[in-house]
């Protein structure tokens, strides 16, 4: 049967999925559909013969985004085609890259992708490298100043000879690159920046790139950093059949490289690019919506757009202000029970947006105290959990021989009773002889300094490495895992471990869960061939998503988020608290110049709701020691009156308040009188939450 590629889309949808040949920038604001416009369109430049389906490439930033656009794909055009088609995250594609062309610049197929923390520990061990010049020098920074550079297309020879470069950050820098290169690991920036140095010194691999994708479309483009974009214009060149999907009004990641310029100035770095607004929100309510835009547009860098609500509703915007930090959680607290109790909402239906990790610790104990179920997205992730970080550092060793950090680290868990000394001289041996610490290790008899029973059990690692990497060479990846860490004596010391603390059994249950996740990968990779290398490089990607919202809603939970965390989701009910200026926006984009990003992260987190939001903040807030008034966040007051439940923030609940006391003195006048009794103010709830303050008065008085 032949589908219907346009069937229910409107006027802009319409126009986008049936565009053809040239540049195509969608803006698609907050809720307008911009998933179905993408993947309708490639489905009907398939389905309509415009091109073959592995002449498609389909490019997002996560795992599940990447997963959804080809199950829609799918019920389109069928299993096959869609299965033909490239469709991966931006990192994935480049890994594929690197897999097949890394030879050209050094890179062999088995690389290892390094996660933070081993990005860390190597910029570490470089600093001690570098003595007394790195002293006070804070390690975090000078990576996060590295993947800076490598998003801005900067490698470390060029680093060095910029105009704003440090002398101890380009050493790093340059002993980082050598000493990746020399163990064949990447970073994540490397998955970008690499394939764009193989495609700029080697026109014929790049040529044959260009010459299979007729036809490439880009997700979430506000999110492409320097290197993207330039990945981005080589890769269409010369047909420039290229879409690009996004919204600037939702560009939230400068922090971490990306540069909304690539989205505004999409038309003038593709000549002849035809601009399509989806102007229709089917998420948000009116009041939402308008509220919403009229915050953005006090943003100057940015493309106009008209959009309008499709649905319907009223409820305005709520702005409550709390007498202090603590009563703010309890009335939120409060309303979600009381959302639950009346039957609008279930607590799967809230979500808790804050700014910063750290806020969500007064929000918990009030959700704690009064009962109210949820769960925290983006907390420590599962693997990074020590226990499951030392089983991946087995895997990756036995992956790639050159990963120092994994061996190390193997050599440590269990002890495998190597002192400090005979590891200095292996150290010593590598460094002489300029070959990597594995080579040295299995050299170990040319080594001075190091015992006999040093030697011993060197010699017993050795033969433990040599026996498993035969089995590994055989297949059954699982298995031999499982193998690996019963005979190297890991599961014992996690026995040993629970036997002294029974609350750590969970740690067997993380390794066990691994496994099983391998034995998955096995299943499905069965006809290809499954490898160490594959198996790592998918854990890699999926561990580095940045959406962490694995099983939404399994459970009748309140979602908690930071809200760079919440952008492409959407909740019936947004709670939004916490609003002080000295907090959102942020010190640092204040300093740093950057309001109108955090303005559209304030836009962001108003999108998500579907059908109510509720913004608070406290008057006042306990800081060493002393009580302080609290100075609402500067957006709150860019919401358009007409929006919101007061046009004063705060008045209506203080009118409410205010009501209620002077009912109170009345009935008081009139007991007094003897005209009636006085009434039980625990009784009946009044309509609006915000009357516990002055119930709760009542009952003191």
């Not at 001690?128 to 297309?153: C, F, M, P, W």
């Not at 770095?269 to 989806?278: A, P, Y």
């Amino acid at each position: 049967m032949k589908f219907d590629f346009i069937s229910g889309l409107n006027p802009s949808q319409k126009k986008a999925v049936l565009h053809n040949d040239g540049p195509l920038l969608v803006l698609a604001g907050a809720g307008s559909g911009k998933t179905r416009v993408l993947t309708n369109r490639i489905a009907r430049l398939v389905g309509e013969k415009r091109c073959k389906p592995e002449q498609v490439l389909a490019v997002t930033f996560t795992n599940k985004a990447a997963a959804e656009m080809k199950q829609r794909i799918i019920s389109m055009v069928g299993a096959r085609a869609a299965g033909a088609m490239t469709i991966a995250t931006f990192h994935g594609f480049g890994a594929r890259i690197l897999r097949e062309h890394g030879g050209r610049i050094g890179i062999k197929p088995h690389f290892t992708i390094l996660d933070q923390h081993q990005q860390l520990a190597t910029i570490k061990a470089l600093m001690r490298g570098v003595g007394k010049a790195s002293k006070g020098q804070d390690h975090e920074s000078i990576l996060y100043t590295i993947s800076r550079a490598k998003n801005n297309g900067v490698h470390s020879d060029q680093y060095q000879e910029s105009e704003n470069a440090q002398l101890l950050t380009g050493r790093i820098y340059t002993g980082y690159e050598t000493m990746l290169l020399k163990r064949q690991c990447l970073d994540f920036d490397d998955l970008l920046l690499l394939p764009l140095k193989i495609f700029k010194t080697n026109s014929e691999v790049l040529g044959q790139y260009c010459q299979k994708y007729h036809f490439i479309s880009i997700d979430e483009f506000q999110d492409t950093n320097r290197v993207q974009m330039q990945l981005a214009q080589l890769l269409a060149a010369p047909r420039n059949n290229i879409m690009a999907v996004g919204d600037d009004d939702q560009a939230i990641y400068a922090w971490r490289g990306a540069t909304v310029d690539n989205i505004i100035n999409f038309p003038v770095s593709f000549d002849k690019c035809t601009t399509i607004v989806l102007e229709k929100n089917y998420r948000s309510t009116p009041p939402i919506l308008a509220g919403a835009l009229g915050v953005i547009a006090h943003n100057r860098k940015r493309t106009i757009k008209q959009i309008s609500a499709a649905g319907r509703g009223d409820d305005p915007i709520l702005v409550f202000k709390a007498d202090d930090e603590t009563e703010e959680a309890d009335w939120i607290a409060q309303m979600i029970i009381d959302h639950s109790k009346n039957g609008q909402f279930d607590f799967c239906d809230h979500a808790l947006l804050v700014r910063t990790n750290i806020m969500m610790r007064r929000f918990e104990e009030s959700l704690r105290a009064k009962g109210v179920p949820y769960r925290i997205v983006g907390a420590m992730s599962f693997f990074d959990r020590k226990e499951v970080r030392d089983v991946l550092a087995y895997i990756r060793f036995f992956a790639n021989q050159s990963d120092e950090l994994s061996l190390v680290r193997i050599l440590k868990v269990p002890d495998k009773g190597l002192r400090g000394a005979a590891m200095e001289a292996l150290d010593e041996l590598a460094s002489l002889r300029k070959m990597s610490l594995w080579d040295a290790l299995m050299r170990h008899g040319d080594a001075t300094g190091i015992t006999p029973a040093q030697h011993g059990r060197l010699q017993d690692f050795l033969m433990l490495c040599q026996r498993y990497a035969g089995l590994y060479a055989q297949g059954n990846l699982s298995q031999t895992t499982r193998a690996l860490l019963t005979d190297c004596g890991y599961f014992d010391l996690l026995a040993q471990q629970e036997k002294s603390d029974p609350a750590t059994a969970y740690c067997k249950e993380n390794v066990v869960e691994l496994l099983r996740g391998m034995e998955t990968y096995e299943h499905f990779h069965k006809q290809r061939q499954p490898s160490l290398a594959g198996y790592l490089q998918e854990l890699s990607l999926a561990a580095a998503d940045n959406d962490e919202d694995e099983k939404p809603r399994l459970k009748n939970r309140l979602t908690i988020m930071t809200l760079h965390k919440a952008k492409g989701l959407e909740f019936p009910v947004i709670f939004m608290p916490g609003l002080d200026n000295d907090i959102f926006p942020s010190p640092r984009s204040v300093e740093e110049g950057l309001i109108e990003e955090e303005r559209r992260l304030f836009y962001v987190g108003m999108t998500r709701a579907r059908k109510r939001l509720v913004l608070s903040f406290a008057g006042s807030k306990i800081f060493r020691n002393k009580s302080l008034p609290v100075k609402p966040c500067m957006f709150l007051n860019e919401i358009p009156p007409e929006c919101l439940d007061s046009p004063v923030i705060g008045a209506k609940q203080n009118e409410e308040y205010q009501a209620a006391m002077d009912d109170f003195v009345k009935q008081m006048k009139e007991k007094l009188s003897g005209a009636a009794a006085l009434p039980d103010v625990n009784q009946a709830r009044p309509a609006s939450p915000v009357v516990e303050k002055a119930r709760e008065t009542l009952r003191r008085s």
